[in-house]
């Protein structure tokens, strides 16, 4: 079992994608602080915020596999469409489905006056603007580019 753990921690590619995961769910929590001026918790696990932290994950993997196993690999070209697919679901299908939970916690608010409704509020921040999965990627190639050029 601890070859296993070692063998692991020896992966830099994973090492790569992890890192600019776990460091853009901080910098969520930072931009957070800096925009409202109080620390949420719940932006260090989650959804939705500055950077897109599942973005910087599958941006790190894939350009962690370029820089590894060369843009030719069949790695690469997998880690790219699976990027390809987060980063859509990102900034259109998520994004989509927190615009239309602002309209049914709205709808739910107005209705509650009446008491015919459960006041029961949908999640609203589930996406990401396209600005967001931009700085996501960038971190996550950026974190890559730090991990070539530190372990090579």
Wanted: net charge positive.
């Amino acid at each position: 079992m601890t070859d296993l753990f070692l063998a692991i921690g020896k992966n830099i590619v994973l090492l790569s994608a992890t890192t600019a995961w776990f460091t853009a769910q901080i910098l969520k929590a930072l931009t957070s602080y800096w925009r409202h001026g109080e620390f949420n918790a719940e932006r260090l696990v989650g959804a939705g915020g500055m950077p897109s932290s599942h973005t910087a994950l599958v941006a790190g993997l894939s350009s962690s596999i370029a820089f590894h196993d060369g843009i030719d690999s069949p790695l690469f070209a997998l880690s790219i469409v699976l990027a390809g697919i987060v980063m859509y679901d990102a900034a259109g299908v998520r994004r989509a489905a927190g615009k239309q939970a602002k309209v049914i916690n709205k709808l739910v608010r107005e209705m509650r006056v009446d008491h015919t409704v459960k006041d029961t509020r949908l999640k609203e921040l589930l996406g990401h603007t396209p600005l967001e999965v931009l700085a996501g990627a960038i971190h996550g190639f950026v974190v890559a580019y730090g991990f070539y050029t530190f372990y090579r």
